[in-house]
């Protein structure tokens, strides 16, 4: 792990390889250790840089207004790299997203495994679906909503728990009780969304884009990755990965590292 001065905030990263650089941005359920099947894959071609984003893992988060997207292009910065392809996962897909429209000049690919997106808002399948496999859930208990987000995301709503790996479910969990830790110190923080945000500015992403998402995730997720590549002009549509829910690039990692050494300039 090193640690780098970021628009006012220590930001930790692990760093590998050479070539063309590649950033790989974590889901919001998780942090740079989610990647760990991708790093040693990618850096036989690529420089690879993998962040905490600001308050997460081992990164600082200063009481000081700031935009994920910002961070990202000030890590370039900060490093010496004058453009950069964004792989991310669930939230990190949509600060990757949010990053390329901010900063257009600075981003040479998209890779979006599950994303999110900007201004996106979850249909009622959704939600009726986390009533289904969840129900309440006391917000002030961490193991409780750690172990609830693993059951919807990790494994997935319509995925028997007893189909996953324990390890990674035992994994995931880890990561997300630091992870709500880290959204709680969030919300006390200003953190500037994109303007308009990107939901209706696929679009504007005219850079090679990759979508796709786990078979076993929420079907808004696959939706999203469905409207990304009809939007788009130069996006893939993959299909989606069997046997893999939200963390698909920890999941499988072998598909997915395929699909990036394909695709990635």
């Known amino acids: 792990m090193a640690k780098i001065e970021v628009n006012g905030a220590t930001l930790a990263y692990d760093e590998a390889g050479t070539g063309s650089p590649v950033v790989l941005l974590h889901a919001g359920i998780a942090d740079r250790r989610m990647w760990r099947g ?15 984003l600001r308050g997460y893992g081992d990164s600082e988060l200063p009481p000081t207004p700031f935009a994920h997207h910002d961070d990202v292009v000030g890590l370039l910065d900060a490093l010496g790299i004058e453009r950069a392809a964004l792989v991310g996962c669930s939230f990190g897909g949509a ?4 990053t390329a429209l901010a900063h257009p000049d600075r981003i040479t690919a998209l890779a979006l495994l599950g994303a999110a997106v900007s ?31 693993v059951r919807f ?8 728990p007893k189909e996953v790996d324990p390890n990674l479910t035992a ?14 110190a969030l919300s006390a923080v200003e953190v500037a969304e994109l303007d308009p945000p990107a939901i209706d500015r696929l679009a504007e992403l005219r850079i090679p884009v990759l979508a796709t998402a786990g078979a076993a995730d929420l079907p808004d997720v696959s939706r999203l990755a469905d409207r990304i590549a009809a939007e788009a002009p130069e996006a893939v549509r993959l299909p989606d990965v069997p046997d893999a829910a939200h963390l698909l690039p920890l999941e499988r990692p072998a598909p997915v590292n395929n699909a990036l050494l394909t695709f990635l300039p």
């Open 38 to 52: 991708q790093l040693p894959a990618l850096a036989d071609r690529h420089r690879v840089i993998v962040p905490d």
């Open 119 to 149: 201004g996106n808002a979850w249909s009622d399948e959704a939600n009726d679906l986390w009533d289904e496999v969840i129900g309440e859930i006391d917000p002030e208990d961490l193991d409780a909503n750690a172990a609830a987000e």
């Open 95 to 98: 600060v990757a997203i949010d």
């Open 171 to 184: 994994f995931a969990f880890a990561m997300d009780l630091r992870a709500l830790a880290a959204e709680r």
């Open 153 to 160: 995301w990790v494994v997935g709503p319509r995925r028997d």
